[in-house]
C-alpha cells in the first residue's frame, strides 16, 4: 500500500521568512496531494491540494509542486506570519475520487515574530 | 456545503464498556466514509473504510471485532469502539467524500478517553 515519508518533523522561522516541508510517496498510482493544517483538537483544514496533472499550485501565500518522476511533493510558505504556526500534514491517495488519504508524520511549524 | 458532522464530541467511559460515534454528512450523500485514530502527536491513521450497505474494510492491525463499524445509510456511519480499554483513548476522526472530486470532508473528531 501506500506509504508518504514527511520532512522535517520540526520546523522553527522567524516571521516573514519562508517554510517548506517535502513529502515522498511511493505509490506511483497515487493522484492526489493535500495538505491539511491542523491546530490542536480540531479537525485537518485543507489549506491547498494538488493533482497528478498538474506540476505546480499557488494560492496566495501557499504553494505546492509535485515531481511524478521523483514522487514528491512539497509545500511552500512565503511571508510567514504567527498565525502560520501548526501542525501540517501531507497526504496521497491513489486510484479513483473517494479513496482513502495516507498521511505523512506532520511538521510542527512555529514561526517566531 | 460538504459538512461533516461527529457526535459526540468528547467521551469519558470506564474499561471494559463500549462507545458508539456517529459520524454524519449533513448537506451530500456519502457513499464512503473513513475512519481515523489520532494519538497525541501523531498522524492520522487510516482504521477502515466504511462503504454504504456493505461490511467496512479494515486496515492492517485494526481489529474489526473491537471496531465496529456500520454504514447503515448514504449520510450516516458509526464506529463502534467495543470493550474499550485505555489505550483506545484517542481522538477519532471521519471523513467523507462527495462522488464529484478527491477532496474529502472532516468531522470535527471525538476525543474519546478511557478509564
Known amino acids: 500500500g501506500e506509504n508518504v515519508e514527511q520532512h522535517p518533523s520540526t520546523l522553527s522561522v522567524q516571521e516573514g521568512d519562508s517554510a517548506v516541508i517535502k513529502c515522498t510517496y511511493s505509490?506511483?498510482?497515487?493522484?492526489?496531494f493535500p495538505w491539511y493544517k491542523q491546530e490542536l483538537g480540531k479537525r485537518p483544514q485543507l489549506i491547498i491540494d494538488?493533482?497528478?496533472?498538474?506540476g505546480e499550485k499557488k494560492d496566495q501565500r501557499i504553494a505546492v509542486t509535485l515531481n511524478k518522476t521523483a514522487k514528491h511533493f512539497s509545500l511552500h510558505i512565503t511571508e510567514t506570519q504567527p498565525e502560520d504556526s501548526a501542525v501540517y500534514f501531507c497526504?496521497?491517495?491513489?486510484?479513483?475520487?473517494?479513496?482513502?488519504?495516507?498521511f505523512g508524520k506532520g511538521t510542527t511549524l512555529s514561526v517566531s515574530s | 456545503g460538504a459538512v461533516v458532522s461527529q457526535h459526540p464530541s468528547w467521551v469519558i467511559c470506564k474499561s471494559g464498556t463500549s462507545v458508539k460515534i456517529e459520524c454524519r454528512s449533513l448537506?451530500?450523500?456519502?457513499?464512503?466514509m473513513f475512519w481515523y485514530r489520532q494519538f497525541p502527536k501523531q498522524s492520522l491513521m487510516l482504521m477502515a473504510t466504511?462503504?454504504?450497505?456493505?461490511?467496512?474494510?479494515?486496515e492492517q492491525g485494526v481489529e474489526k471485532d473491537k471496531f465496529l463499524i456500520n454504514h447503515a445509510s448514504l449520510t450516516l456511519s458509526t464506529l463502534t469502539v467495543t470493550s474499550a480499554h485505555p489505550e483506545d483513548s484517542s481522538f477519532y476522526i471521519c471523513?467523507?467524500?462527495?462522488?464529484?472530486?478527491?477532496?474529502?470532508?472532516f468531522g470535527p473528531g471525538t476525543r474519546l478517553t478511557v478509564t
Open positions: 505509490d506511483s498510482a497515487s493522484n492526489y
Open positions: 471523513s467523507a467524500g462527495g462522488t464529484s472530486g478527491y477532496e474529502q470532508y
Open positions: 448537506d451530500f450523500q456519502a457513499t464512503t
Open positions: 466504511s462503504n454504504e450497505g456493505s461490511k467496512a474494510t479494515y
Open positions: 497526504a496521497a491517495s491513489s486510484k479513483q475520487a473517494g479513496t482513502a488519504l495516507i
Open positions: 494538488i493533482r497528478s496533472n498538474v
